[in-house]
């Protein structure tokens, strides 16, 4: 059973425009949400997270935006950069060291 | 500093066989966790390893095990290989200085084929 569904599965975006990933959990413990990066043939980067206690966290072009009570999360990318394309996880922690991962959204962002 | 390595990064295997991947994670983590990323099933957590202790494990069958050292580097096993085990296997370290979640950081991954 997925604990973290994580949609769409692919994205193609304008150069300059907005990409939104969207992720929905079940299991209220989780505390920790990070969002991590993937380039072909690298393992996963932390790109951004959050916790429920905040209900949005930006980090330059990149925002979280959390709904606890509708347990759902997404990431937002501003102004979309063709060197942003990669596979993008959404994952969350139950105050532990293992991480529940989405299924995962390939961007391709077209020049 | 350098980052989480792993070794072999690519190894082909065939079925019934068993299989030894180690990961060296960053200078000062003293947590390593292991996870199996396959096109079907995604990033899937293994187990965690703290200070030579297995902290935390997955739910994957007992052919999957592991192991830490006293410098905190790590190795995962697999026995009685299937063709279901190929995948790209990760190493993440963090530093683990108190309750909760740690930033992780990955490796490169293992790319095991089993033929």
């Known amino acids: 059973q997925q604990q973290v569904k994580q949609s769409p599965q692919s994205l193609i975006v304008q150069k300059g425009g907005i990409s939104i990933i969207n992720c929905a959990y079940e299991n209220t413990a989780f505390d920790y949400f990070p969002w991590y990066q993937q380039f072909p043939g690298k393992g996963p980067a932390l790109l951004i997270a959050i916790r429920p206690d905040v209900s949005e966290k930006k980090e330059g072009r990149f925002t979280i935006s959390f709904n606890k009570s509708a347990k759902q999360f997404s990431l937002h990318i501003m102004d979309s950069q063709p060197g942003d394309s990669a596979t993008y996880f959404c994952?969350?922690?139950?105050?532990?060291?293992?991480?529940?991962f989405g299924t995962g959204t390939r961007l391709t962002v077209i020049p | 500093k350098a980052g989480v390595t792993q070794t072999p990064r690519y190894l082909i295997k065939t079925r019934g066989q068993q299989v030894t991947l180690s990961c060296s994670p960053i200078?000062?983590?003293?947590?390593v966790s292991w996870y199996q990323q396959t096109p079907g099933q995604g990033l899937q957590f293994l187990f965690e390893y703290f200070s030579e202790t297995q902290r935390n494990k997955g739910n994957f069958p007992g052919r999957f095990s592991g192991r830490q050292f006293s410098n905190s580097r790590s190795e995962m096993n697999v026995s009685t290989l299937e063709l279901g085990d190929s995948a790209l296997y990760l190493c993440a370290s963090s530093l683990s200085l108190g309750r909760g979640f740690n930033e992780q950081f990955f490796g490169p991954g293992t790319r095991l084929t089993v033929l």
């Open positions: 994952a969350a922690s139950a105050g532990a060291n293992n991480l529940f």
């Open positions: 200078s000062g983590h003293r947590s």
